[in-house]
């Protein structure tokens, strides 16, 4: 039998029984498991967040895109219908057999730059060309323009013959200086038919 002097104190140490295992594991996987749940919430709730704002964007970059586009629109618009009605070939109100007169369609566009085209069909298959929308005189985005000029039927369908209807097709896309990724989820196409009889 051991014996201790009388000075030395005697430690007394509480052991955790195995049977008291069983109240303190279910306690901590309850808080553990609610930790993991508030966690996944918020970055549920993040993810949302930044959702949105990236829909924000991306609609006020369509807006801007479409602002382009029509006032591009406009601009190929205020030139004359074919080189041959501005150059006093064909009359404007002539009959439809007058149409063969008009600039064949193999002949449409290619040009280097919008400053070189003087007619509508100038336009068609046109190096890309640059457009800058300013947001507030230092900051801007650029939109990248593509140019298709068609004869078109009364119907609606593409001639490859001339008639008195020219379709323009406007393709317009984002990109980013640097990285080259476009920030318009996807193309902006804008379609508007000219004829000068409907003048």
């Keep these: 039998m051991l014996r201790y002097p009388a000075n030395c ?27 993991v749940l508030v966690m996944l919430f918020s970055m549920s709730q993040q993810r949302s967040s930044i959702q949105h704002s990236q829909n924000m964007v991306s609609a006020e970059l369509e807006v801007m895109a479409n602002a382009s586009a029509k006032e591009m629109m406009q601009l190929i618009g205020s030139k004359p ?48 060309d640059t457009l800058y929308f300013d947001v507030n005189g230092d900051v801007g985005f650029e939109f990248i323009v593509d140019v298709e000029v068609n004869y078109v039927n009364s119907e609606g369908e593409v001639s490859s013959t001339p008639t008195w209807i020219k379709e323009v097709t406007l393709t317009v896309n984002g990109l980013t200086p640097d990285s080259g990724l476009n920030y318009l989820k996807q193309p902006i196409v804008l379609k508007r038919q000219f004829s000068p009889q409907w003048n």
């Design 81 to 128: 219908f074919d080189a041959r009605i501005a150059d006093g070939t064909i009359a404007v109100q002539a009959s439809d057999d007058a149409t063969d007169l008009l600039t064949a369609p193999a002949q449409f566009g290619y040009n280097n730059s919008f400053d070189d085209c003087e007619d509508i069909d100038d336009f068609n298959r046109m190096a890309p």
């Design 9 to 35: 104190p005697i430690l007394d140490t509480k052991f955790v029984l195995p049977s008291q295992f069983g109240a303190i594991m279910p306690q901590t996987l309850i808080a553990l498991g609610a930790l």
